[in-house]
Every structure is written in C-alpha cells, then in structure tokens.
C-alpha cells in the first residue's frame, strides 16, 4: 500500500466503513423483520441501529491514526465488525459459550478506548432492537462491556492487569447469580460457571499479547545489548574505514540517548538506530539503502532498521517517536558543527539554534505522524534545548 496516497487512503477507508455499515444494517434488519412489531416501531429501531453504527464508525474513524494505511485500517475493523454481525446467526444453545465481548476487546486494542465503547454501545443497542437480547441481558453486557474497557486500558501495567482480571470474574459471577434470581427465582451453580467461559475467552487475546511482548522484549534486549557494544564488528569497521561518519555517529547518538531518556523513549533502540542509521556508507552513496540491507543481512531488530529508514527526512516521515529523535538529533548536530566551524563556538547560540531547527521541522510536516498535539512538542523541543542550556 506504500503507492497509495494520502487522500486516496482516506477515500479507501471511508468506502470500506460505509460498506460495513450498510451490510450491518441490511443483516440487522432481516432480524428485525421477524418480530411481531407495527411499521412504525420497526423503522424507529432500524432507525436507532443506523445511528448508532454510524457514531461508532465516527469515533473510529477519529481514533485511527492518520499513518495508518487502508489495508491495516480495514482488517482491524473488519474482523470485530464480522465478529459482531456473525453472533447473530449463532444456534441460541451456543450463546452460553459464545464470548460476546471479544469484538470490543479488539477494538479497543486496535484503536483506542472511545472506539471500544462505542462498539459496545453499537452492539448493545442492535442486539436489543433486533430482538436478539432482551433487557436484562442488555444491561449485564453493559456492565461487562465497561468493567472489560477498563481492564483493556490497564493491560499494559501487568498487577493492575491481573487484579483486574479477578474483578471482572467476581463481577460476572455476581451479575449472573442476579440474573438467574431475576429471571427464574432460584440459583443454579452450573450455568454462572458455564458462563465464565467466554469471559475467559475474552480477555486471552490480551494474555496472549502480553505474553508476545514479554517475549519480544527479552529478544530484543539481548540483541541490542550486542549491537551497542563499542567493540561490535560493524561500529569497529566504521571506525576503521570512516572515521567521520563514526565520531558523527556517535555524536548523534549522545544527543539521541539524552533526549530518549528525558521523554521516557526506549534509550537502547535509540542508541542503535543512531549509531548505525550511516552505516550504509560503509558500501556506497545511497547509504540509507545500503544501510538497510546491510542491518537486514546481520539480523537487526526491525525498531532499528525502521529508525536508519526514516531519520532522512527527505525519504520518509518517521513514524515513531524514537525515529523522530534520532532525525532530529542527527540534524541538530549537523547543523551546529556546520554553524560553529564558520562561526566558531563563542559566537554560537546553540540553544536558539536547536529552537528555530525544530520549528521548521515542525514547520514542514515532518513530525505530522508522531506529534499528535502541542503538548508532545514543547516536550520534545524541551528535552533538545535542555541539552544546550
């Protein structure tokens, strides 16, 4: 999708939701028809479901980054919104099972909180008005749905996560107690167990995705802990054979890991993606090039080779913020070297200098994709000037 432009992405994604809104709809509508319900009452809630579909693919739509292309924007969307229109059509003996919540599980991990909800406020309002849940199944998958939200947001903090998890299970333990009261006057330990299940069911994918991370970070660690040696083949063969590009490097790559630590970046993977984003001198001139398949043919990590793709600016936008620190960082000292042999250093001000640098960065459109308000660049520019101060 890299040859699809920006607007043309747009137009993809808008296509693509209003499609699935519309498929939602025609499904939903086939079951409102099979209630026993007046004209005006089954417009009214197709009604209700149209809206309701047509806010969530608004908030989505609002949560998506803007880097985000067509095809990754369509699959995340896609898969939950299958998920909820096929739980429609599956046999009422096997709902007990069925983990209902697991499309907004994946929402919310896809592309935010306020999306999350607002697939669960969408199923829950077509599932009552298509006559496929009634009240109080209604109200327990809201208290679910927002308990479930709340733990989705605190996945990453693996106590709270955990803790978490216990609530939730006592929770739907004590709803579906009141529930069977409710409904039938009497208390069957069976069914409140048989409808743990999909709540188990639905919180794995988050288990999963820890224990992956977890994993990937170990690896990851490891390797970079290697590359970052100063005594790694490839940094003592920039040594050797390009003296400039190696004290650059490093230079570079002071600057970078200073600035990472300040905003609270993985300082490793900056170290190394400023150390090597020249390496590709060491076989030509289009050294970004070079540089990739050389990390490629040593088995880099993909976060470093990703920054040595986008700390040219005149190449790609960097897409992390850890990139960005690292273009910016390569630019800034540059620019001051190149100021400073003309100027000399007394008459260099630098902190004013790595000002005005990050303004036409800003400026240009460079940091579109990382800087998503004004907060995130003062603190950026406040962690480059502190060095200079």
């Known amino acids: 999708m890299k040859n699809v432009n920006?607007?043309?992405?747009?137009?993809?994604?808008?296509?693509?939701?209003?499609?699935?809104?519309?498929?939602?709809?025609?499904?939903?509508?086939?079951?409102?028809?099979?209630?026993?319900?007046?004209?005006?009452?089954?417009?009214?809630r197709m009604l209700l479901c149209c809206v309701t579909m047509m806010l969530l693919i608004f908030c989505v739509y609002l949560s998506m980054k803007r880097s985000m292309v067509w095809l990754e924007a369509a699959w995340k969307f896609l898969v939950p919104m299958a998920v909820l229109f096929g739980i429609l059509y599956v046999p009422q003996r096997l709902l007990i099972y069925l983990p209902v919540l697991l499309p907004m599980v994946m929402l919310?991990?896809?592309?935010?909180?306020?999306?999350?909800?607002?697939?669960?406020?969408?199923?829950?309002?077509?599932?009552?008005?298509?006559?496929?849940?009634?009240?109080?199944?209604?109200?327990?998958?809201?208290?679910?749905?927002?308990?479930?939200?709340?733990?989705?947001?605190?996945?990453?903090?693996?106590?709270?996560?955990?803790?978490?998890?216990?609530?939730?299970?006592?929770?739907?333990?004590?709803?579906?107690?009141?529930?069977?009261?409710?409904?039938y006057e009497t208390i069957?330990?069976?069914?409140?167990?048989?409808?743990?299940?999909?709540?188990?069911?639905?919180?794995?994918?988050?288990?999963?995705?820890?224990?992956?991370?977890?994993?990937?970070?170990l690896r990851l660690s490891g390797k970079l802990k290697?590359?970052?040696?100063?005594?790694?083949?490839?940094?003592?063969?920039?040594?050797?054979?390009?003296?400039i590009t190696y004290y650059h490097s490093m230079e570079v790559s002071d600057l970078a890991v200073r600035v990472a630590v300040s905003l609270g970046l993985n300082r490793d993977i900056v170290m190394a993606g400023a150390r090597y984003h020249e390496i590709g001198k060491l076989i030509g001139k289009n050294y970004v090039t070079h540089g990739i398949k050389l990390l490629?043919?040593?088995?880099?990590?993909?976060?470093?080779?990703?920054?040595?793709?986008?700390?040219?600016?005149?190449?790609?936008?960097?897409?992390?913020?850890?990139?960005?620190?690292?273009?910016?960082?390569?630019?800034?000292?540059?620019?001051?070297?190149?100021?400073?042999?003309?100027?000399?250093?007394g008459n260099t001000n630098q902190a004013k200098i790595v000002k005005n640098i990050l303004e036409l960065r800003l400026e240009s459109g460079i940091l579109e994709e990382v800087l998503t308000d004004t907060k995130e660049y003062l603190r950026l520019k406040q962690a480059f000037v502190q060095v200079y101060l």
Not at 18 to 33: P, Q
Not at 207 to 217: D, E, L, N, P, T
Not at 226 to 243: G, W
Not at 319 to 341: C, F, G, H, R
């Open 6 to 44: 920006k607007r043309t992405n747009e137009i993809l994604k808008v296509v693509s939701f209003v499609i699935t809104t519309i498929v939602g709809l025609v499904l939903f509508y086939f079951k409102i028809r099979k209630l026993d319900l007046w004209p005006y009452e089954m417009k009214s």
């Open 108 to 183: 919310t991990r896809f592309y935010g909180v306020y999306a999350g909800c607002f697939l669960h406020i969408t199923a829950a309002v077509c599932y009552y008005f298509s006559g496929f849940m009634i009240m109080e199944q209604m109200i327990f998958m809201i208290i679910m749905g927002i308990t479930i939200v709340f733990i989705v947001s605190i996945s990453e903090n693996k106590i709270l996560y955990l803790l978490a998890s216990v609530l939730l299970l006592i929770i739907s333990t004590i709803l579906n107690l009141l529930y069977q009261y409710m409904q």
């Open 226 to 243: 290697e590359i970052n040696r100063d005594d790694y083949f490839l940094m003592e063969k920039l040594s050797e054979e390009d003296a």
């Open 188 to 217: 069957h330990g069976i069914p409140v167990l048989k409808q743990l299940l999909p709540f188990l069911i639905t919180l794995s994918p988050l288990y999963i995705h820890m224990a992956v991370c977890r994993i990937h970070s």
């Open 296 to 345: 490629n043919q040593y088995g880099f990590p993909r976060e470093v080779i990703q920054i040595v793709k986008e700390h040219n600016s005149k190449m790609n936008k960097p897409q992390s913020m850890e990139s960005a620190v690292v273009m910016l960082s390569d630019t800034v000292v540059s620019t001051l070297n190149t100021i400073m042999e003309s100027r000399g250093i």
